[in-house]
């Protein structure tokens, strides 16, 4: 019976299930693990790197999380390539906000933007779902340290700690157990590494398969710092991979100075 309702994201099962978006869904479960931890003075982002082959050239930056803004960051399972499209989506609707309302966007307000793009690609034929999934973590004015987390539905919902990727139900089965709303960044740590050891498929957990990246706030500034300033109980040798790549703001006077140069240009032309 199924069969008869999968070949479109537009076509209702009469059990009431959109079967393409399920697909997508089980691609992410085949992805590299990735946590989210929100803790009282931060969040922490950690990700399971899969190695493919050892031919293959080292990456140039992390192809597991993702800097949206100067206050927002993302981790991803499931296809690289779809992410990219949707990251592009969110750093341009960022830039955009900065541009018209002279401040940073809402953490939620640019989660809701990307999942209405992904819900797009649901309800109309000739598409089919992102297969992708996304743990935000960022803080604004609004609502202070936030951690969110959608799928390729469309739909997002704010968490304490989540898991996603392979063997997330026994990932979040680990964090159930043992989260605390009072943790703070370094127990978060600590705890991200055991749930990673615990879904990852190898036996042991090495620094090469391992990226963190720890989001907190210093002052009036909100700063996504390396884990190693947090891991008092790591040794130097033991680095942990993080690599966030950076996204160069469009300064509010340097756009405005662009536009009055664009406009004095066309009343020349004329």
Wanted: charged content about 20%.
């Amino acid at each position: 019976m199924a069969r008869r309702y999968d070949s479109s994201t537009t076509t209702f099962s009469p059990e009431g299930r959109l079967h393409q978006v399920e697909y997508a869904i089980e691609a992410i479960n085949n992805a590299g693990t990735a946590v989210g931890i929100l803790a009282k003075d931060g969040i922490v982002l950690a990700g399971e790197k899969q190695k493919l082959s050892g031919l293959l050239a080292p990456p140039k930056g992390s192809e597991k999380m993702y800097k949206l803004d100067e206050h927002v960051t993302s981790v991803v399972a499931g296809l690289t390539a779809d992410a990219n499209i949707l990251i592009n989506t969110a750093r341009v609707a960022a830039q955009r906000y900065i541009y018209t309302y002279q401040e940073p966007m809402p953490v939620e307000q640019m989660v809701k933007r990307v999942c209405n793009y992904k819900q797009s690609y649901t309800q109309f034929g000739g598409l089919r779902p992102f297969g992708v999934a996304f743990l935000f973590a960022g803080w604004d004015e609004h609502y202070g340290y936030q951690l969110y987390m959608s799928d390729p539905s469309g739909n997002y919902s704010g968490w304490k700690a989540t898991c996603i990727g392979q063997n997330n139900q026994a990932g979040k089965s680990l964090l159930k157990n043992e989260y605390d709303e009072s943790v703070g960044v370094d127990e978060a740590l600590k705890l991200a590494v055991k749930v990673l050891v615990k879904t990852m498929d190898a036996t042991s957990a090495s620094a090469d398969k391992l990226e963190f990246c720890v989001l907190t706030r210093e002052g009036d500034k909100v700063t996504l710092a390396p884990p190693r300033a947090h891991m008092p109980w790591s040794s130097p040798a033991t680095h942990l991979s993080w690599c966030v790549p950076a996204l160069p703001l469009v300064a509010p006077s340097a756009s405005s100075a662009y536009c009055q140069g664009r406009r004095s240009r066309r009343s020349s032309m004329k």
